[in-house]
């Protein structure tokens, strides 16, 4: 069945650098959508992308759909400790189902 | 407005039994869907329902099923309590029926451990 790969599982970065997470896919997505959550929540929808190649920024978050629509990226400039969570990718599969990435943890190292 | 709201918040059960959990939309909405989230996973998809109809099911067991009532509410009903199914279990509702489509929000959860 249809998987969504992300990476990295953790990244531990200064405040005030910058973290970028990818999915990837063997086959063509339909859209992709962008969740966070924080620890101890639940997820918080943050974006929907669906056009080849679109590109969408929210305040210091972009995020990125490929050419191929095979993989998406979503990068955080200067991140802060309000950025800290985990960011889950997911994509709608067979039976109309939304299948997650595994998440990719934001750390802010002390 | 009120978010998803979710019942209850923590539940104990042992092998063997069943539990009932319980979702109350987003007023408006008419989807609600189902996850279950194992502790570092991502959500994996149960179930959705739309007008109180099954719209979609995911890979999991017979023991799991669900159902949506005439306000829109849902219930997921879990027979055979297993260790494994020691989870947090997310409901979501949206307004439309593509769930993989639409803005989905999320309650708090109800974290169930089986001892």
């Known amino acids: 069945g249809q998987q969504v790969m992300q990476i990295p599982q953790y990244q531990h970065v200064q405040e005030g650098e910058d973290f970028t997470t990818y999915c990837n896919s063997s086959?063509?997505?339909?859209?992709i959508q962008w969740y966070k959550q924080r620890p101890g929540g639940h997820p918080v929808f943050l974006i929907q992308?669906?056009?080849s190649g679109e590109v969408k920024k929210q305040k210091r978050l972009t995020f990125q759909f490929g050419e191929a629509k095979k993989n998406s990226s979503l990068h955080i400039t200067a991140t802060q400790t309000t950025d800290v969570g985990t960011y889950f990718c997911?994509?709608?599969?067979?039976?109309?189902?939304?299948?997650w990435g595994a998440g990719t943890k934001l750390i802010i190292k002390p | 407005d009120a978010g998803v709201t979710q019942s209850p918040t923590h539940l104990i059960k042992t092998r063997g039994q069943h539990v009932t959990l319980r979702c109350s939309p987003i007023?408006?909405?008419?989807?609600v869907s189902w996850y279950q989230q194992v502790l570092g996973q991502g959500p994996q998809f149960i179930f959705q329902?739309?007008?109180?109809?099954?719209?979609g099911r995911g890979n999991f067991p017979d023991r799991f099923s669900a159902r949506q009532f005439p306000n829109y509410s849902s219930e997921l009903n879990v027979n055979a309590l297993l260790l494994g199914d020691s989870a947090l279990y997310l409901c979501?509702?949206?307004?439309?029926?593509?769930?993989?489509?639409?803005?989905?929000?999320f309650g708090p959860g109800t974290r169930l451990t089986v001892l």
């Open positions: 329902y739309y007008e109180k109809e099954e719209r």
């Open positions: 997911a994509s709608v599969g067979s039976n109309y189902q939304l299948i």
């Open positions: 086959t063509t997505l339909s859209n």
């Open positions: 979501a509702s949206s307004r439309t029926s593509g769930v993989g489509y639409n803005e989905q929000f």
């Open positions: 007023s408006g909405h008419k989807s």
């Open positions: 992308l669906v056009k």
